[in-house]
């Protein structure tokens, strides 16, 4: 069974970062795409980042690039958000979510952590 | 980026009775590999997002067969045959052709 852990969250002032992680198991983690979306508060579903199964291409936002970084370590099973110049709108649950493996985007996904920013 | 519009966005439903959600895209959905990378996704309330259909057609594993996607290029319809109990939140369809990848609206469904 595919299980995705998110780990993080909390508060940050503006201004400030945080980085998140996502434990996998249950599955090859090294050949699969992963993906972060988040979903503000009683808002909808927003695509953050991707990374490719070998790490090599990555894929931002254009709300977070230049700002946040997607990274993997294949040998932990871990996959990384490094978030940097928080803002109020980047407020929002985050959610670490698996490919299948052949299909594009995400399949099965974490239970969420949530990243508040607030001075 | 690829606008997806969802309609509705409020979705009443008798238990029992279909449902249909329509989902358009600003440009074609079709890849240069040929495929359609068009997703449907169920949010129940309190839970995370899990993905009930892909490449516009395909049934997830465990996903009732009551649920079915069709539709091409940049029209969808995800239809629900005989809505039931479980079946109450929102649901978003999601492109997967053009990066950054992007997501509906949202359609919620409750009962009536």
């Known amino acids: 069974e595919v299980q995705l852990v998110e780990s993080g969250g909390g508060l940050v002032q503006p201004g400030g970062s945080l980085r998140l992680s996502c434990a996998a198991s249950?599955?090859?983690?090294?050949?699969?795409?992963m993906h972060w979306v988040r979903q503000a508060p009683g808002k909808g579903l927003e695509y953050v980042s991707a990374i490719i199964a070998n790490g090599v291409s990555t894929f931002y936002a254009n709300s977070v690039k230049g700002r946040f970084s997607i990274s993997r370590d294949n040998s932990k099973n871990t996959l990384y958000l490094q978030m940097g110049s928080l803002r109020s709108e980047d407020m929002a649950v985050y959610y670490c979510a698996s490919g299948d493996g052949t299909n594009r985007g995400p399949q099965s996904w974490g239970q969420g952590t949530l990243v508040t920013v607030s001075s | 980026d690829v606008v997806m519009t969802q309609s509705p966005l409020s979705l009443p439903v008798t238990l029992g009775q279909p449902a249909s959600i329509s989902c358009r895209s600003s440009?074609?959905?079709?890849?240069?590999?040929?495929?359609?990378?068009l997703n449907w996704f169920q949010q129940r309330p309190g839970q995370s997002p899990r993905r009930l259909i892909y490449?516009?057609?395909n049934r997830d594993s465990g996903v009732p067969d009551r649920f079915s996607g069709s539709g091409s290029g940049t029209d969808f319809t995800l239809q629900i045959n005989r809505v039931e109990a479980e079946d109450v939140g929102v649901y978003y369809c999601?492109?997967?052709?053009?990066?950054?990848?992007?997501f509906g609206q949202g359609t919620k469904l409750e009962i009536k």
């Open positions: 440009q074609s959905l079709v890849h240069s590999d040929g495929n359609t990378n």
């Open positions: 249950g599955f090859t983690f090294s050949s699969h795409a």
């Open positions: 999601m492109q997967a052709t053009h990066w950054p990848y992007t």
């Open positions: 490449k516009v057609s």
